[in-house]
């Protein structure tokens, strides 16, 4: 699969950039040549230069250190919520198929009310009820994020529940998990790859966006959508100072997206290759 | 209006080819050679000549490259593939040269076509009286009541008696028979002259089959068509073609008049098609006999007063069947005869309604669901599907599919798990390397051996077999035929055997049981039955299969016995 995925050159470029974005999220801090919080009240609002990068903020911080720091608290941030919705989505999105209809109706209508949430103002809700922490902030968007995989995972096991090697198995006595290990999860596993990867994407984009407007992370702490917040306050000075931080949001945000096209590609021409 | 009017033949080594031909052939085809885009060769050296009005039989089994040859004539080869070279001229225009527009005009208006699968060629969503009202439009450019008038016509030419009641119907209210029907209005209603049907009745049942070949006869004559006819069964195609190309590996290996065709082969593998054919043709005098044990020991499985259906509706009832070990067990009926319900009640995948079945004196339907499984893990009762691809996990290997029920049975080590499946395979006569291979790397007959193979892993005393050469080419179906023969008499593996096939029932059933709307209509053993049919039904159904003529075929014999 890797190897089919990697023929694509946006694929190639993908895993580029999301090698690099690995490489800050585990090893940001140490790498920082400054101390993320340190003030330097003679250095304010400055421009790129040897020392400092990408400049200073209004308190006198390396921007590049603050950006290397918020690295690790973005990435994981977004796998959070990924872990938490392939676990909510995935399992009962392949037991609904299997477990006869009053499981099946529940669980399709629990997935339906939550399609109704908006994810915004739902991961605020969440925040204001369990206190501002981004571990709050990405298990109520993983929650939110639930309905994709389930409906991924479903539409996957449902596309090989009735297939004759499935009955063949249950004719031999195979129970209901052991179908599901032998003969379902397979099929989804491609198919959940591509949501995951692509939801990751969006999830570090709500990362963002939670940041930006403060949620989940107290002030002095950096991440990627705090520092494009106090950048875009301090536009008039330091025009430039939201390229770097929304340049690497986006970056990681198409890197992941190109990544799950490519991986939906290779499942679909492998599908059409004749037998 | 036969093909004697031209005795060129169909296939001789280039350059040595006498240049006389009495009648400018309308379709000639020379030297094709059909290559895929690794550089595989498919087809090679074909060369074709088809008179006006004649009819051509193609015969091989599948992968022989005869639909390819058809695809290549319609310029219709599928994606990957190409012409490599050679020359297909059809009322002496060369085809390779046209362009798309040509094509538009030339394809389903001159040269038509029919398939195999009927069903998948219909939009599901419109009515077929609709679609060939469409289609009548869009290449006679008729006016709105015009074409429905032509559409009706046409229906009623194709043999439906009440042309105005199948118009408004959807395809899924067609049986596969009917769907033929109308596709085959669809190929002819642009007033074709050459007609190509490839695998047309193959999934039919006989007696369809029969009507559906006779319609195709008949119309051939009635409008003037000139008819290629693909088949991997020698008898179908011998029934309606003046001569007859046998292919093999891409190659034509044989040519000729039908007659010298079955009756003086000059190749050994057309030579072994029509021996295989004999094998299992109803005529065979080399019947089997019943076990000699068979009244004496205790019956294996037992089925009595037994009714199944789905919901209220009840599809087969009445039913008393016994099985004795060792014995095979032929279960003929047609399509809707209930055939398919009985089995998945023995099964327990259909409740029994009423009556009782057991196997070797224990009680096997109604059971708790945890029964029922325990039951299922002994691997006593094993199914064989009709269609291996489908009942082989595509992402399992041959090996992993053969011990998923060795593993839920018990916890077996690697090395004997390992073993049991080289001894599956090997009990079904295919190599045990293939265990490592993906179902879609095998061809048809080694899948259904290892279907087969499967249910032998769990050492079952009852194998089911639901039509289990009927997807296969006369060869791997003759393989697989005596494969089973083998095992009931070797191994004591007694068997029910599902067909809508008499030749093949006749070539290993002990006995047989004939099935008309649900209810057992005739039974006895094998060679009785066939040779002396008590039952209309049975006779119709006797009458119905083609087989591969004795005598030399008078120049106007009928295509079909009545029934």
Known sequence: MI??????????????????????????????PHDPLAQDTAALLQGPSAVHWLGTDALGRDVFSRLLAGSTVSVLASLLSVAVGLLLGVVPGLLSVFLGKRFEWINLRLIDALMMLPFLVFAIAMTAMLGNGLVQAMFAVGILITPVFFRVSRAAALSVANAEYIEAARLMGASTASVIRRHVLRKVVPAVAVSAASMTGACLSIVASLTFLGIGVVPPDPTWGGLLATDLANLYDRPFGPIAPALLIVATVWALNALADAMRDTGTDNKEKPA | MTGNVISLDSHVPHGRRSEITLVEPLLSVRGLRITAADGRTLVRDVDLDLPAGGTLGIVGESGSGKSLTCRAI??????????????????????????????????????????????????????????????????????RKAALARALELLGRVGFRDAEAVYPQYPHELSGGMAQRVLIALAICAGPSLLIADEATTALDATIQAEVLDLIATLRREEDLTLIMVSHDLAVVSQVCDRIVVMRGGEIVEAGPTHSVLHHPKSDYTRSLIDDHAVHTIDTTEGRQPPAAAPASPPLLSVSGLAAGYGIRTVVQGIDIEVAPGEILGLIGETGSGKTTLLRTILGLIPAARGAITLDGQQI??????????????????????????????????????????????????????????????????????????????????????????????????????????ALDAVNRSHVLKLLRRLADERGIAQIFISHDLGSVAGIADRVVVLHHGEIVETGPARMVLAHPAHPYTRRLLAAAPRIPREAPAAARPLFTAY
């Not at chain 2, 527009?101 to 394809?107: D, P, Q, V, Y």
């Not at chain 2, 060795?406 to 079904?428: C, I």
């Not at chain 2, 279907?451 to 289990?468: F, M």
Request: with cysteine.
């Open chain 1, 3 to 32: 190897r089919h995925v990697l023929r694509y050159p946006s694929a190639r470029a993908a895993c580029l950039i999301l090698g690099v974005v690995a490489v800050l999220a585990t090893a940001g801090p140490a790498l920082a």
């Open chain 2, 74 to 143: 319609l310029d219709l080869l599928p994606p990957g593939l190409a012409l490599a070279s050679g020359t297909i001229r059809y009322r002496n225009v060369d085809l390779s040269g046209l362009d798309a527009r040509s094509w538009r005009a030339l394809r389903g208006i001159e040269l038509s076509a029919v398939f195999q699968d009927p069903a998948s060629y219909l939009n599901p969503s419109i009515p077929v009286g609709r679609q060939l009202t469409e289609a009548i439009r869009a290449v006679l450019k008729l006016s």
């Open chain 2, 365 to 470: 339907d109604g059971l708790s669901d945890r029964r029922l499984r325990d039951f299922r893990r002994s691997g006593a009762l094993q199914y064989v599907f009709q269609d291996p691809l489908r009942s082989l996990d595509p992402d399992l290997t041959i090996g992993e599919s053969i011990t998923e029920g060795l593993r839920l049975q018990a916890s077996l080590g690697l090395s004997a798990m390992k073993a049991s499946v080289a001894a599956a395979l090997v009990s079904v006569g295919l190599d045990p390397q293939l265990a490592d291979r993906l179902p879609g790397q095998l061809s048809g007959g080694q899948r259904q051996r290892t279907v087969i193979a499967r249910a032998l892993a769990l050492d079952p005393r009852l194998l089911l077999l639901d039509e289990p050469v009927s």
